[in-house]
């Protein structure tokens, strides 16, 4: 059986791999091993905009409660809102049930602990076991009082609102913020914090149906809020994901501002407060060669971690740091939050505009971007291509024309079927032909996926 658990939970099409019997067993999976320190541990459960998300909802809940669990149901919140809210509240694990930046038909599943963090690789596999024995019927069902119960409590999205807002003592008052919401988790909860703090907002794709999350919108599809921006002669827009883990940002002349930019302005202005844990900022080896060179400069050190904000997150809590996260827009203040969170990644952008009075461009000015190029090969099978020998003389020759002034990653994306080639250095042309040659060779080696 192939591991259930990627790099961010189990996600999958629904119906054909995240099915709502799958769901079922992850709940008892959860509730069994949650139970092992209290009889009857209590989930919050959230969830995004996605047509699948309440059916999935109700499976996942069934199964919690068919061990003893309790479950509270938030509704539609941003994942980190969950990530929050479970240890603000006391609740003894939390679910969010979506699949981030993933087209509508696919899904998720993924679990925190009572302290608001993802769970570890090990108490994974300790689910996946549980998942196995609940298939074959062999996992507790208790009778009468010993099954779980399930609360409905739409108010919760407030309590994150007014954490978020209270992360900065800065009015937004004057300012014009176009917010893209993906249609997705944070479609409500966004404008609410933005106009809180006193902003203008222009709200775009705040409208889900259920089937057009992440669609030509948010973080994944920039495009339309830059033309927003520009239109509306704002001083910023905001782009989420489908959950609202990730923040992007658009500046006042409708360039975009990735995850490394948004770091090292933020890892910046907690120096200069003298808040910077350690004088570090974290990232992960997809981080631009500049943010590492601006960081330098700018008297601060980095550290990159492999793809995925689950291990940016775990090198900052095992050195006690601040600010890290991933050029996609996974940024995690972890004096604040114990995920990436994009609502208040927004905020802290917003406030620092304020309170150094400039404008995003020329704040943006600390780092100069190197050129990169990605693509995305859909391939058959992840497997084997490391110990390729057509594909490791490929990446070396890429390599070594190069140089020192740029570099080469291969890696296999943790949720799709895909392998992703990415190159950085000085001249774009070249570097979109050594990527397009890996490329390539990958497509023919491991199979083009139909």
Known sequence: MARLFGTDGVRGVVNEFLTPELAYHLGRAAATHFGKEKEHPTFLIGRDTRISGSMLESALAAGICSVGGNVVI????????????????????????????????????????????????????????????????????????????????????????????HTIDTSLEGMTIVYDGANGAASSVGPEILAGLGAKVININVNPDGLNINHHCGSTHIEGLQVAVQQHHADLGIANDGDADRCLLVDEKGQVLDGDQIMLLCALKLKEEGKLKDNTVVGTVMSNIGFHKAAKELGM?????????????????EHNLSVGGEQSGHVIFLDHNTTGDGMLTAVQVAALMKE??????????????YPQVLINVRVATKTGWEDNDLIKAAIVTAEGELGVEGRVLVRASGTEPLIRVMAE??????????????????GREQGLAE
Request: proline letters at 6%.
């Open 74 to 165: 938030a509704g539609v919140v941003p994942t980190p809102a969950v990530a929050y809210l479970v240890r603000q509240q006391g609740f003894d694990a939390g679910a969010v049930i979506s699949a981030s930046h993933n087209p509508y038909p696919d899904n998720g599943i993924k679990f925190f602990d009572g302290n608001g963090y993802k769970l570890p690789d090990e108490v994974e596999d300790q689910l996946e076991a549980y998942v196995r024995q609940s298939a074959e019927n062999e996992l507790p069902r208790p009778t009468g009082d010993g099954i779980g119960t399930i609360e409905y409590n739409s108010n919760l999205a407030h309590f994150y609102a007014h954490f978020v807002r």
């Open 301 to 317: 050190k980095t550290f990159a971690t492999a793809v995925g904000d689950r291990y940016v997150l775990e090198y900052m809590r």
């Open 356 to 369: 150094k009075n400039q404008p995003l461009s020329e704040l943006a000015g600390i780092m100069t971007k």
């Open 425 to 442: 250095g000085p001249n774009q042309e070249e570097l979109q032909s050594l990527c397009q040659e890996i490329a390539d060779i990958i």
